[in-house]
């Protein structure tokens, strides 16, 4: 039940009716005060000036044509024409009741997109580090969310699987004389990049075989061909169990990296300077972007093609968006990536637009993130100084998980104990990145994300297992509650109010890409449960039917939190 949508549709149909111009600065608002009620149409200002008439006059004007009887109890003029709409009880207990009949709360998309979200995309030959959790973490969450609302998501994985490392590392490869290549580590390759750049650093002959070898991958070599994938494979089915251990959704399925569309190169240049959009210059392919000025405030120029022939992480992008519309349909393109690459994703959909490779209206949206910063402001380090390696960060999730578990529940056996550890010590690192505003950064803190109070991972998932004791308590069925949800305090009635908004919340994370909000309410949710069950007895009910009303509240906010830590990626338990 989206209830906003249908308030906003009623107030735009009672505007229609008396003549009012189209206005979209029309909103409703949920209230944050009980004496306002439960919604607030705001903005009719804007309309009431256009019409030459007072905000007030304008709302007496409207309120009599909205039209809600079915679903308020009363709806009033406040201030200088703020309406204020209270929900009745008696719709609200029904809209209860019928969402809860549904596994999917009744929530189903407005109009099917096909929705390309590009996360995670590490490269190859290199652990994933700290520097990948963000993007893997939010663009699953936000996957998650656009798969549930019904979506044709497309997950893709633009893995940095192209370019000259490869030449240095077959060369190197070659030159250590390793005969068994099947039991190379992905920490063995690292080493290898390492020793390989140095000596294509100092080694002219060296690299001179390492350029060769690009310029072989590039032909289709078939022994180039199959080092590089040899390469590939190592690395991802290694970023693959990472993927798993997270308990996120990219398989194997998913990686289109940017090799696919090396094919394209060729062609997306020869095409860029037919449509007079590139230029030769000092022996480079460029484009020059009137938009784009540098500090000299000289038109900027992205070369896509080098001097020496060679195609560039631009070049890649302005095929992969091409290929992206005509291959495979794209309505919208999520990239989840570092925000450095701001200032190049929006060349590269300049480029794309201009040379009409994609429609003008596609939505293009580059949503970034701020970085996980220690205590000290800095960027998160290990102890020394380097790196940390996403292996490393979950070992000591699951160290630190197993810890406060342990301490909590003395008694616990060692098989539950794994159980529960690994579901709460990744999920409190993820939980506590997604409950963040994606655009800032936060500093990383273990103490905190581990914690049983606050917006925090174990939290949720206590407040999920405490409903499913409740139902384990009173042996009762959740097909066994056949009496209605009638609501007759306020506890019930805020509670039941929230529940209704999950759809509202679900459609603001999948349109702004912000899994925080999602975090919010589903906290808001657990406290409001909380004074719910604190205030209103549930199995010592001296009635049956508040007893039934009562737990068909309690098992929609079970239902509910369960879809929404789904949607995030967390796991949730039966017990802790
Ligand atoms: N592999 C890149 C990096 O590590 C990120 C790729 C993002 N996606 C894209 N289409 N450029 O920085």
Sequence with gaps: MNIQAFLLEKTIDALISIGAPKDNKIYI?????????????????????????????????????LKLEDIASKVEIAGSGFINIFLNKKWISKQIELILQYEKLF????????????????????????GHLRSTIIGDAISRTLDFLGHNVIRVNHIGDWGTQFGMLIAYIEKIQLKNTSNIMLDDLEIFYRKAKKCYDKDETFA?????????????????????????????????????????????????????????????????????????????????????KNKAGNTMGVIIQKKDGGYLYTTTDIACIKYRYEILHADRILYYTDSR?????????????????????????HHIFGMILGKD?????????????????????????????????PNISEKDLQSITQSVGIGAIKYSDLSKNRTTSYIFDWDKMLSFNGNTAPYMQYAYTRISSIFKRAN?????????????????????????????????????????IMCAYLYDLASLFSSFYEHCPILNSKNDIFKCSRLKLALLTQK???????ILGIETIEKM
Aim: glycine share 4%; with cysteine; hydrophobic share 40%.
């Design 107 to 130: 929530i189903h998309s407005v109009k099917p997109q096909t929705i390309i979200i590009d996360y995670s995309a590490p490269n190859i030959a290199k652990q994933m580090h700290i």
């Design 208 to 292: 001179k075989i390492a350029r060769n070898y690009v310029v072989k991958l590039q032909s289709g070599d078939e022994y180039c061909r199959k080092m590089w994938r040899k390469l590939v494979d190592i690395t991802m089915i290694y970023n693959q169990k990472i993927y798993h251990r997270l308990n996120v959704t990219l398989t194997k399925n998913d990686i289109m990296g940017e090799s696919l569309y090396n094919n394209m190169l060729p062609n997306i240049v020869n095409d860029l300077i037919s449509k007079g959009l590139a230029v030769k210059s000092n022996g480079a392919i460029v484009v020059y972007l009137d938009e784009f």
């Design 29 to 65: 608002r949920t209230s944050n005060k009980l004496h306002f009620g439960d919604y607030q149409i705001n903005g009719i200002m804007s309309v009431a000036k256009k019409m030459s008439i007072s905000t007030y006059q304008l709302a007496e004007k409207i309120l009599p044509l």
């Design 560 to 566: 509910t939190l369960k879809i929404g830590l789904d």
């Design 377 to 409: 402001g800095k960027p998160f380090k290990t102890r020394s100084g380097t790196t940390i390696k996403l292996t490393d960060l979950l070992d000591e999730a699951i160290k630190r998980a197993s810890n406060v578990i342990r301490k909590k529940n």
């Design 341 to 365: 690459q701001h200032q190049h994703l929006i060349q590269v959909w300049d480029i794309a637009r201009k040379a009409s490779y994609i429609p003008m209206n596609m939505s293009l949206e």
């Design 476 to 516: 009762i069925k959740p097909s066994e509650l056949i009496d209605h949800v009638i609501l007759v305090n306020k506890y019930e009635q805020s509670l039941a109010i929230r529940l209704l908004q999950f759809e509202e919340i679900i459609l603001s994370v999948a349109r702004k890409g912000l899994p925080h």
